[in-house]
């Protein structure tokens, strides 16, 4: 079959020239192409619009895996910075008052006990029965302690209201009990003595029902006679 051009014609053989000639200039790939700078070549590329520049790549290349957007920069406690060290925090929670602005003012456990047991100590702690010779030296460890006299008994200077110018004799029954002495401001530390409960009328300066004469007769008459 021929082709006619003009008043040319194209048989056969001229026809297999010319597809040969077009083959030879159709691309075969996109690099035979003026405009193949953006072509990607791997199979497995994604194309986006989202272009980064060597900057952004560099600083994404730097973010560690799992890194959040929001970090802390700061942590204060009361107003007051906290170091922070190797991207942690420790945070100062008081154990106990003594760690507290105003804990000197809390009671602790010992505290406490320690105060009861000095009331309870101010208390009069009954003791059972004692002979005067029997009494225990008055101290801290048994102040407060008292016992019912089994005796009449003088007192001496263990007393508290001792006087050695004069006998102090308390009947059988009597209580005593031990009491602190607290020294003034700036002299030695507390004494310890007995004390009698219930109080003590002192009659040494009393005259006894023997020591009194009853008047005779004749003196009363003489006391009553009108100069």
């Keep these: 079959m021929a082709v006619e051009t003009g008043n040319k014609k194209l048989d056969g053989t001229g026809l297999g020239v010319l597809w040969g000639l077009i083959k030879s200039i159709i691309p075969t790939k996109t690099s035979d192409l003026t405009n193949d700078d953006h072509v990607v070549k791997d199979a497995n590329y994604t194309h986006t619009d989202n272009n980064y520049t060597s900057d952004e790549k560099s600083k994404l290349g730097n973010v560690e895996a799992g890194a959040q957007v929001n970090v802390i920069e700061q942590v204060k406690v009361n107003n007051v910075a906290v170091t922070i060290s190797g991207k942690s925090v420790n945070i100062p929670v008081p154990t106990d008052n003594a760690s507290l602005a105003n804990g000197a003012g809390y009671q602790t456990a010992a505290d406490v006990n320690n ?113």
Aim: charged share 20%.
């Design 115 to 227: 105060a009861i047991d000095a009331k309870l100590k101010a208390t009069m702690i009954p003791k059972g029965s004692s002979t005067f010779a029997n009494l225990p030296t008055p101290s801290s460890a048994n102040l407060g302690w008292m016992w019912d006299m089994s005796e009449a008994f003088t007192i001496d200077s263990r007393f508290i209201h001792y006087d050695a110018q004069k006998t102090q004799t308390f009947p059988k029954g009597t209580n005593v009990f031990v009491v602190e002495v607290t020294p003034e401001s700036g002299s030695t530390p507390a004494t310890y003595g007995f004390d009698t409960y219930d109080g003590y009328i002192d009659l040494s300066g009393y005259a006894t029902q023997e020591d009194v004469e009853t008047l005779s007769q004749a003196e009363i008459e003489s006391i009553c006679t009108i100069s």
